[in-house]
């Protein structure tokens, strides 16, 4: 019998989906014979005294979840997320980098720094990327700092904003579907796949349209129905970061998958599971071992 | 000696990488997260290169907490932290730790009323935790540049522990930030230094190592 520890924080614990997931966890891992405790941020040294962390707060390097993952590693504890993961994930520049050197497949995409923000710049970008395209703050989550950008005016404008925040920002080519594919990954092993159905008033999974936060619906859908080139792409992205749990967003054009984001610490609030009942018994085993039970 | 035009060499923003068998070493006056620097050293390690500092070791120098259980666990004395969300005993060091926190600033509290004005500000309202690091009323804050590990003017035992913070995190230019008490010192965090702060003595050092390392 191992004690898992979950670390959480005020948000998360004030969303009555992620606590229902989260209890859902909880009993997992008990039914598995273990101890499971909360850790809050001001208790983040109790993280030494688990035989298991998962973090399920937000994730970034400046963040009190990285702390909590890496005092784990400093004492020997299997972490999810660990730091790596955050790192990288946290990151879209480090992540489409970590993409890129495997060979995975991503929308054609440019880093642009402070001095490449030029009008001159924005044309060459266009011409290189086409039109509309992506700009993304490399820290993004959610869907934040995401935007879709036409003209050179605007690029220049969103570029400025963002930049402000990080010396080098993502230019992506923008591909259109209505849905995209979130394929979970569990140590390099595919762990769900579900469908984000995209919001029609947007073209991101999750966006605020008319002061009105909107989100993608969920759908989750057995393996045998998911295409295998979806799948394979999702887990070559997930390797190519680490061997940790991972969300990867994948759109499908021109029957060709292509990888949007992989997010460490994904949502397994919105009925993720549905068609994958070990998922929870996966991801405790994962951290703690099967357990008695 | 300060060669004509070393001011251009150290100019702000400057980037020197300096190749050492299978290192690189990367000097800046700025490892921070998603700074240019940050993303040379990335840019590196997704190449396959071995660079010193890692993407890594400037993360766990900048973000306190973090940078202290590091130190701690090399033997380093460090003053105790904790994570508070509001409360802080007085007199503390604070440190934010969020995205916004800045690395390179700390407040010395001495009293309830400046505490919850820089708790109010570091939290950004309530929002994020903060470390503390709670000191005695006698303690002083001293801040040593260290360069290589090579301090300018530091004591014996000042410069013996920046050539261990050297050794564990190997920030070729870093600000020590030291609490004093008596004639003990234990680190309180590691922040970025600006080349325009240097002395004559440390930019004569720093270009002393660079060209030792270059020419290996």
């Known amino acids: ?293 | 000696m300060v060669r004509k035009g070393q001011q251009d060499t150290f100019s702000a923003g400057s980037i020197h990488l300096r190749h050492m068998g299978r290192e690189t070493h990367v000097i800046s006056e700025d490892y921070s997260f998603k700074t240019e620097t940050y993303y040379r050293i990335v840019s590196l390690e997704v190449e396959g290169k071995t660079t010193v500092p890692s993407s890594c070791e400037t993360l766990e120098a900048y973000v306190v907490p973090i940078c202290l259980a590091r130190a701690e666990g090399a033997g380093i004395p460090v003053l105790p932290w904790e994570i508070s969300d509001h409360q802080v005993p007085l007199p503390a060091i604070l440190y934010g730790v969020h995205y916004f926190a800045d690395p390179s600033e700390y407040s010395v509290v001495r009293d309830p009323e400046t505490a919850a004005r820089v708790v109010r500000f570091i939290t950004n309202g309530g929002k994020y935790p903060f470390c503390y690091q709670p000191i005695g009323e006698e303690t002083g804050i001293l801040p040593v540049t260290a360069i290589f590990g090579k301090t300018a003017q530091a004591t014996d035992a000042v410069g013996s522990l920046c050539a261990e913070i050297y050794r564990v995190f190997r920030l070729p230019l870093v600000n020590c930030i030291f609490a004093q008490t008596g004639d003990r010192f234990a680190l309180s965090a590691l922040t970025p230094v600006r080349y325009s702060s240097l002395a004559r003595e440390e930019r004569d050092i720093l270009t002393r190592v660079m060209e030792e390392k270059c020419h290996g």
């Open chain 1, 1 to 293: 019998m191992g004690s898992l520890g979950i670390f959480v924080d005020r948000q998360v614990m004030g969303s009555s989906e992620q606590l229902t997931a989260l209890i859902r966890l909880r009993d997992q891992a008990e039914a598995m014979g273990h101890t499971v405790y909360f850790i809050f941020p001001v208790e983040v040294r109790k993280v030494a005294r688990v035989d298991g962390l998962f973090i399920r707060s937000r994730t970034d390097p400046l963040h009190i979840s990285y702390v909590a993952a890496k005092l784990a590693v400093f004492h020997g504890i299997p972490v999810i997320d660990d730091p790596v993961s955050i790192q990288v994930c946290s990151d879209k520049v480090n992540m489409y980098l970590h993409l890129m050197n495997r060979n995975v497949r991503i929308p054609e995409t440019r880093f642009l720094s402070k001095r490449e923000i030029t009008r001159s710049g924005a044309e060459e970008v266009f011409a290189t990327l086409g039109r509309p395209l992506i700009l993304k703050e490399p820290s993004t989550s959610f869907s934040l700092r995401v935007e879709k950008v036409e003209t050179v005016d605007q690029l220049l404008k969103v570029a400025k904003r963002f930049i402000k925040l990080s010396d080098w920002i993502v230019a992506q080519q923008y591909l259109s579907s209505s849905y995209d594919w979130r394929i979970g990954v569990l140590d390099g092993k595919l762990l769900y796949a579900a469908q984000y159905i995209i919001p029609s008033e947007t073209f991101k999974i999750q966006d605020t349209v008319n002061g009105h936060l909107v989100y993608c619906a969920v759908r989750s859908i057995p393996a045998a129905e998911v295409p295998r080139p979806v799948i394979e792409t999702g887990v070559a992205a997930a390797r190519a970061i680490g061997r940790g749990l991972y969300g990867v967003d994948i759109k499908v054009c021109d029957d060709t998958p292509y990888v949007i984001e992989v997010n460490d610490n994904p949502s397994l609030e919105g009925g993720e599971d549905t068609s994958y009942p070990d998922l929870y018994h996966r991801v405790v085993a994962a951290l703690v071992g099967e357990g008695p039970g």
